[in-house]
């Protein structure tokens, strides 16, 4: 028997983008341990990473042996954030959505 974990979600804010990247590192090692331990399979496909913050360079998060990519937004509880914490992608969706039901309203 299986199962699978899902949202996990792990963070740390740090001005030093190294330090966050060894913490984030070393937590997602833990979690691997403990997944491990618990008989949970992970989805690395699932795997996403973003920075948020001013730092040129873009730290590097591993799991599993597979390098996570960092994206520039990600969705969580269907509330869309970009890497500087703005929400017009969220709210274009939100008027996207908006939109198509004013259309079938009226049809």
């Not at 001005?15 to 913490?23: C, V």
């Not at 937590?27 to 491990?36: C, H, I, K, P, S």
């Not at 042996?65 to 520039?72: A, G, K, R, Y």
């Amino acid at each position: 028997m299986s199962a699978c974990a899902d949202d996990t979600q792990i963070f740390h804010a740090h001005k030093e983008s190294a330090k966050i990247e060894k913490t984030i590192n070393n937590d997602l090692a833990r979690v691997d341990t403990w997944y491990e331990e618990n008989g949970l399979r992970r989805n690395p496909v699932k795997y996403q990473a973003i920075a948020m913050g001013k730092a040129q360079n873009k730290p590097q998060f591993c799991c599993e042996n597979t390098e996570i990519p960092i994206t520039d937004d990600f969705e969580v509880l269907g509330v869309t954030i970009d890497d500087k914490l703005k929400f017009e992608i969220h709210v274009a969706k939100v008027c996207r959505k908006v939109s198509q039901q004013v259309a079938v309203l009226k049809v």
